[in-house]
């Protein structure tokens, strides 16, 4: 079992940055995959960034390349998303998951979820 617990989120105008965190528990952190989602007032939640166990793979949406990082630290049972160039349409709930046996952009196959923090981009 893995408890997932997001920080980091806030209101910023755009053009400006945040940086989200994703504290796990347990102590098989650096097995599993971490990936972020983001879901949008009505609509489905949609795959963000994910970077893989060992740090050597990494996958983002088209919609985010470029602006946002994903990186993790295994000594802290940490993943970051560092949202730069942030838009208005970046305004969401922002998701963090973990997958523990495969690298993968399929939100289906992610088994852990944190609760989620708000991030809200003002134009």
């Known amino acids: 079992q893995v408890q997932l617990v997001e920080s980091g989120g806030g209101l910023v105008q755009a053009g400006g940055s945040l940086r989200l965190s994703c504290a796990a528990s347990?102590?098989?952190?650096?097995?599993?995959?971490m990936g972020w989602f983001r879901q949008a007032p009505g609509k489905e939640r949609e795959f963000v960034a994910v970077?893989?166990?060992?740090?050597?793979?990494?996958s983002y949406a088209d919609s985010v390349k470029g602006r946002f990082t994903i990186s993790r630290d295994n000594a802290k049972n940490t993943v970051y998303l560092q949202m730069d160039s942030l838009k208005p349409e970046d305004t969401a709930v922002y998701y963090c998951?973990?997958?523990?046996?495969?690298?993968?952009?399929?939100?289906?196959?992610?088994?852990?979820w944190g609760q989620g923090t708000q991030v809200t981009v003002s134009s």
């Open positions: 970077i893989s166990s060992g740090r050597t793979r990494t």
């Open positions: 998951a973990a997958d523990p046996t495969r690298f993968t952009t399929v939100r289906a196959n992610f088994d852990y």
């Open positions: 347990g102590r098989t952190f650096s097995r599993y995959a």
